[in-house]
């Protein structure tokens, strides 16, 4: 059985021969220790020096070899791919601070500790949303999908592989006002938030679509939107401006005859039973750490949706051996019955994640992940 398939029985709620598993993304530390070599994948300062000093290409290049690389490494049975940066000048960037950069135009900062999410800083909101009403089209050119098309053509056909649109489509804040402002205006200005998200909802699909094209078998949206007690936006917001959008996503992916994976850490049960009404193939983010329990997930959710999860990044970081095999075992223990189960980190590796701390994983998934026994 191809990993591909097994990825396919998972989301059909079948047991494969064994349990699939594979990363959304990696820390370029993860990558170096793994594969003795360094690369400009997910490289934080490196790739962006390297991408505004002119390498573009050099950067893309890196992407697709250590994603391939890693992937056939370690055994993994999906792979998600990013958008490849926009062929264009980038001699305006310019590091600003330790964590923050700037395109000539505005400032963008960045958390290395949390996947290096760049976040752009909003000085004037109003203005931001005049932008987003002035050019309501996503502006896709043929490049961005080199990455992708690599992977596919070099993986496509064994493994699953699974697209990321670089923009958020269902609580577009980042891009758009910041998190704070959003939600104020979901409360003030609720007619113009539906406006933006009909946009940025838009894009999104536009993005889909392409990746699709490009031959990739799922997309995945990664808006987050909870913490880790509850709702940021509540669940009367979430229902009112989230989720048709949310729907509208599912649906044009399924159009096109593909699998939709939503990514959403943090306390999520108040949103699962709608995922599961809307059809959503899979979820990815689970978070055992603060409630989101593997057993309890399954008994709900098995035969409804498809689990993406079972371990904490921080316990990957931080936890003992004992404690990783601990957790390893139980999510494959009250997980993997049935099909409908990937195993997988509820983020990416972030940084601190060992080969030594990952390789306890793999041997708790070699022990317990093969249905056939």
């Known amino acids: 059985m191809t990993s591909k398939e097994r990825m396919i029985a998972a989301l059909g709620h079948r047991e494969a021969d064994r349990v699939p598993r594979g990363e959304n993304a990696f820390d370029y530390t993860f990558f170096q220790e793994v594969m003795g070599h360094s690369s400009l994948c997910y490289h934080g300062w490196e790739e962006l020096d390297s991408l505004w000093s002119g390498n573009r290409d050099k950067v893309v290049a890196d992407y697709i070899d250590s994603i391939v690389a890693l992937t056939e490494k370690m055994g993994w049975d999906y792979v998600r791919v990013p958008a490849a940066p926009k062929k264009k000048d980038y001699s305006a960037y310019k590091r600003v601070a330790d964590h923050a950069f700037t395109d000539g135009k505005k400032k963008f900062e960045f958390n290395p500790e949390a996947g290096n999410v760049v976040c752009p800083v909003v000085t004037d909101p109003d203005a931001e949303v005049e932008k987003i009403f002035a050019d309501p089209v996503a502006h896709i050119e043929d490049c961005e999908m080199e990455i992708a098309e690599a992977i596919v053509k070099k993986l496509g056909k064994t493994h699953f592989i699974i697209g990321k649109p670089p923009v958020g489509g269902t609580f577009p804040y980042l891009n758009t006002v910041g998190m704070e402002e959003f939600l104020i205006r ?25 990746f699709i094209d490009a031959g990739c078998d799922a997309v995945m949206e990664t808006e987050d939107y909870a913490d880790s007690k509850s709702l940021i936006m509540g669940v ?15 649906d044009s992916v399924h159009a096109k005859g ?27 983010g689970i978070q055992p750490s603060i409630g989101m329990d593997i057993k309890l997930l399954k008994e709900r959710y098995g035969g409804k949706l498809c689990l993406f999860g079972g371990m904490n990044v921080e316990t990957l970081i931080s936890g003992t051996k004992e404690e990783i095999r601990e957790e390893a075992s139980r999510a494959l223990t009250y997980g993997a019955p049935g099909g409908g189960f990937v195993f997988t980190s509820g983020n990416i590796l972030e940084p601190g994640v060992t080969m030594a701390s990952y390789a306890e994983v793999t041997s708790v998934w070699k022990q317990l992940g093969n249905y056939s026994s």
């Open 258 to 284: 593909k699998y939709f994976i939503k990514h959403g850490d943090g306390v999520m049960w108040d949103v699962l039973d709608s995922f599961v009404e809307m059809g959503i193939d899979g979820w990815h």
């Open 236 to 250: 009367d917001r979430y229902k009112e401006f989230i989720q048709p959008y949310l729907k509208r996503i599912c």
């Open 186 to 210: 979901m409360i003030i200005e609720p007619e113009q938030v539906h406006k933006i998200a009909d946009i940025e909802c838009n894009k999104f699909i536009a993005y889909a679509d392409a």
